[in-house]
């Protein structure tokens, strides 16, 4: 069912009958079940943005349509809305409401077209943007989405839900993971940090630890991994992370410290433990490496049996 609020909202829209799960925007349109008060809102605006007060055709074509829509007669909507539309190519909200019918038929391609054209008649609306951004990644289009999610992140935020602000950023800095160019998904990642857009810090340390690991710059790397740990010590592959680190750094009685603290955890880690043996070597603790190395032999040969 199409939805129609006051300001800014975004509705997540899934298409059922074909593989496509897209985000829609709640299309921007006031109306109330009462001819006379559509009529009213129209004619309050219609200096400004839609139909003359004359165009009484028009009137008739678009209240028809919106019936239309209120009992899914989708096709028949669709066409007394493009007879209002031919008076004024420039009417937002007849773009709107054809995208929503066009979505409803499955038509992705001709709902595409009037969200685009609202694009053009909107383009500082974040809910527009971000919608066309999530279809085209939905799509594969990475380079369209890119374009889309930072264009809505141009836009005033202060009056957007941060829980959709968060969720374009996190989308945004994936695919920018997902184009190999790691330095715009670390600012983005800060960005949701610093404005504080999530619940789960930890999540994006460990994703900006993973990103510097990377890229050799290891210092950065262990300072994030270390606030990782700080607020979810239960996260079991962080102990990793962080061996690696100090190893990488020549801090060996840490990184044989981390390693021991995840072979409590799960001791049947071969991998960990002959890294462990690999450490003990390192700093002549040779009788610690043995056992190490001669335990992960013993659980790779009962693996094998």
């Known amino acids: 069912m199409p939805i129609f609020p006051d300001g800014v909202k975004i509705l997540r829209y899934s298409m059922l009958k074909t593989k496509y799960i897209v985000l829609l925007l ?45 009992e899914h007669r989708w096709e028949e909507a669709i066409e007394s809305f493009k007879k209002a539309l031919e008076s004024n190519q420039h009417a937002e909200k007849i773009h709107n409401l054809l995208a929503t019918c066009y979505f409803q038929l499955d038509k992705k391609d001709e709902a595409l077209f009037h969200i685009e054209e609202v694009a053009q008649l909107k383009p500082d609306d974040f809910g527009i943007h971000y919608t066309l951004g999530s279809i085209y990644a939905s799509e594969g289009e990475g380079e369209k989405a890119v374009y889309e999610y930072e264009r809505a992140g141009g836009c005033a935020l202060e009056d957007i839900d941060k829980v959709f602000v968060a969720d374009m950023l996190h989308r945004l800095a994936n695919l920018y993971l997902k184009n190999g160019d790691l330095e715009k998904a670390t600012s983005t990642y800060k960005k949701i940090l610093d404005a504080k857009l999530t619940n789960e810090p930890a999540g994006i340390h460990l ?22 740990k700080e607020s979810d010590s239960d996260l079991e592959s962080i102990s990793f992370y962080l061996a690696v680190c100090y190893e990488e750094l020549k801090d060996y009685d840490n990184a044989i410290a981390e390693l021991k603290t995840f072979i409590e955890r799960h001791p049947e880690a071969w991998f960990m433990r002959i890294s462990l043996s690999n450490i003990c070597e390192k700093v002549r603790h040779f009788e610690m490496a043995e056992f190490e190395r001669e335990k992960a032999f013993e659980i790779l040969k009962e693996n094998v049996g």
């Open 26 to 70: 709640s299309f921007v349109c006031i109306f109330t079940l009462g001819s006379e008060k559509v009529l009213a809102e129209f004619r309050k605006r219609s200096k400004i943005d839609f139909l003359s007060r004359n165009e009484t055709k028009v009137y008739a074509n678009f209240c028809t349509g919106y019936y239309l829509m209120l």
């Open 207 to 228: 994703k900006l630890g993973q990103i510097y690991l990377e890229r050799k710059r290891v210092e950065e790397a262990l300072k994030e991994f270390v606030k990782v």
